[in-house]
């Protein structure tokens, strides 16, 4: 009979000094600021750490993930999220600010922790943006030419006394653990007739976020159950497809990727479908991904 294996050590968690936490499982340790941990997730059976680990990151480690486990099972590692959550008081949600704040009053906003859109312009020895210097979460190609474009930017922004950057030219910086680019709005906004009532969509600002108009006002929208502000309705609104309606339903399904699964190809795509509810003072909204394999 084979002997059993010894179950997985559990996570703990300690805090050794000041705003350093520290996270043992058996005998690995992962050290972190703790101030600089935005949030947990669980991957099969481990547990993701996002945040800024530029201090310490060496070789390939990445800036802004660490990886804990494996744990005993996806169950536990959801659980240590969940400690880790609790103990941490995360996830932490950024302050949306403007570029023209950040440059208009750069110590206004000493260790806060932002999101922001602007100009991002980086290359050999370079890494500007609002302003100030932007440590990006991955490392670019030093020796690439200099390229600018617009990105959105969550991290810490510091603008203390002391330089910031390469040479410590700049005199802030913004440590960041995600930049995404920002895409386009689309060229010409879908709209949809839905009953009677003409529904178009309004885009958050610079964000890629959108509400639902009805014949040209807001509509309260409800998205499994609960209220919701803004939707990240952006891949949908640049898709070609055009949305169809049946019925007191209005639906728009484009296509996302494709994979090969054990030879195999599944496509793979997303759909969105609205509807009102009883007495039209709110629409409901519901998110589906379909794989299909007859292409």
């Not at 023209?100 to 260790?111: K, Y």
């Not at 700049?170 to 689309?186: K, N, Q, T, W």
């Not at 929208?221 to 055009?242: F, H, K, N, Q, Y």
Request: include cysteine; proline fraction near 7%.
């Amino acid at each position: 009979m084979a002997k059993a294996s010894a179950p997985l050590p559990l996570l703990s968690i300690s805090r050794p000094r000041v705003d350093r936490v520290r996270f043992t499982l058996g005998t690995v340790q992962t050290w972190a600021t703790e101030s600089l941990v935005v949030r947990t997730r669980p991957k099969n059976r481990y547990v993701v750490l996002t945040g800024c680990f530029h201090a310490y990151a060496t070789g390939n480690e990445s800036l802004s993930e660490r990886h804990l486990g494996p744990f005993a099972s996806p169950s536990d590692a959801a659980n240590a999220c969940a400690a880790i959550d609790e103990a941490l008081g995360l996830p932490r949600t950024p302050t949306r600010v403007t570029e023209h704040d950040l440059r208009a009053d750069p110590a206004r906003f000493h260790n806060a922790h932002v999101e922001v859109v602007g100009q991002w312009s980086f290359g050999f020895e370079r890494s500007s943006f609002a302003g100030a210097w932007l440590e990006a979460p991955i490392a670019f190609a030093s020796g690439a030419p200099h390229v600018t474009k617009r990105v959105r930017a969550c991290g810490f922004w510091h603008a203390g006394k002391e330089g910031y950057g390469h040479m410590g030219a700049s005199s802030a910086e913004l440590l960041a653990y995600e930049v995404v680019d920002v895409l386009p709005p689309p060229e010409v906004p879908k709209k949809v007739w839905l009953r009677d009532v003409l529904i178009t969509f309004e885009q958050n600002g610079e964000f890629d976020e959108w509400r639902i108009l009805a014949n040209g006002a807001t509509l309260p929208m409800i998205v499994d159950e609960e209220p919701a502000t803004w939707l990240p309705l952006g891949p949908c609104l640049r898709s070609r497809e055009p949305f169809q309606s049946a019925g007191t339903w209005a639906w728009c399904t484009w296509s996302t990727s494709s994979a090969a699964i054990q030879g195999t190809v599944v496509y793979l795509s997303d759909e969105i479908k609205l509807a009102f509810n009883a007495d039209k003072s709110a629409i409901i909204v519901k998110f589906e991904q379909h794989a299909d394999t007859s292409a």
